[in-house]
């Protein structure tokens, strides 16, 4: 069975640049799983021009199209809402209706904290009116590279409440079904609820860079003590802010995948 994975770039990256950025990552993954790339909705300023005028006038025009920079969202320490957010997991929602159904996801940096909301939020649609309209089983698993947890304080409490346990279906997809509207768990025959977990249940590998220096370890850390209930797989490396691709790290990769291939 060939799995399908949905990859989300990084902040001012697309999905072009991002393919090419992964090519040892998706040889490593080439007879298991199809990746379909997917590109940010929001142009975002290029980081290299200096001043806010120049950031402001920049001419895209005169780009190549892989080096065009768009995000998922954007937010300033001062004002940490996430703006724009909406707009891409609407996006996202009509690319997991149109192009999946998807067994996982993986992103990268930014692209991984919102590949770490979508996996949370297909699992509790109840906790955004998009995703209460999105037609998408949650995902198998998630591979994040150089994530976060989110500083927007909404989307944070997304991942402090308390949620049931989703009941597991034979091919591995977790079943919503047993959940209300209003995400409450539909109690047992006996009127006992089943057991409650904080923050995400599904499968994931996090992928941290001992030495990076635009995530550092403690904040990707952060948003993995978010997915204790599914034992979460981790892969450490020393170098700095991309996704590793020596041998051990491609064989982590393959592994991780393979798990999810097979019927369960």
């Avoid at 089943?194 to 403690?218: F, T």
Wanted: glycine residues 8%.
């Amino acid at each position: 069975m060939t799995l399908r994975i949905l990859c989300l770039h990084g902040y001012t990256q697309n999905a072009l640049s991002f393919t090419k950025k992964t090519a040892v990552f998706r040889k490593a993954l080439k007879d298991i799983a199809d990746l379909v790339y997917v590109t940010a909705p929001h142009v975002v300023p290029i980081p290299t021009l200096g001043t806010p005028e120049e950031r402001q006038d920049d001419q895209l025009d005169n780009l190549a199209p892989e080096a065009i920079p768009y995000g998922w969202w954007t937010s300033s320490p001062d004002t940490p809402q996430y703006k724009g957010f909406e707009e891409s997991l609407t996006g996202l929602c009509e690319v997991l209706e149109k192009q999946g159904p998807f067994d996982g996801v993986m992103g990268f940096s930014q692209g991984a904290a919102m590949a770490s909301m979508l996996q949370l939020l297909l699992e509790r649609p109840h906790l955004s009116s998009v995703m209460e309209e999105c037609k998408h089983r949650p995902f198998k698993f998630a591979i994040i590279v150089s994530g976060f947890e989110p500083r927007d304080s909404e989307k944070l409490a997304w991942y402090t409440s308390q949620y049931p346990v989703l009941e597991a279906n034979p091919d591995g997809t977790t079943d919503i079904s047993n959940v209300k509207n209003d995400g409450k768990h539909r109690e047992d025959m006996n009127g006992v609820n089943s057991v409650y977990l904080h923050g995400v249940q599904g499968a994931s590998m996090h992928v941290i860079g001992r030495n990076d220096v635009i995530i550092e370890p403690e904040r990707s850390e952060g948003l993995l003590r978010h997915y204790a209930y599914g034992k979460p797989r981790t892969l450490y490396h020393d170098g700095g802010h991309y996704l590793p691709s020596n041998a051990n790290s491609r064989q982590a990769y393959r592994a991780f995948v393979q798990s999810f291939a097979s019927p369960h």
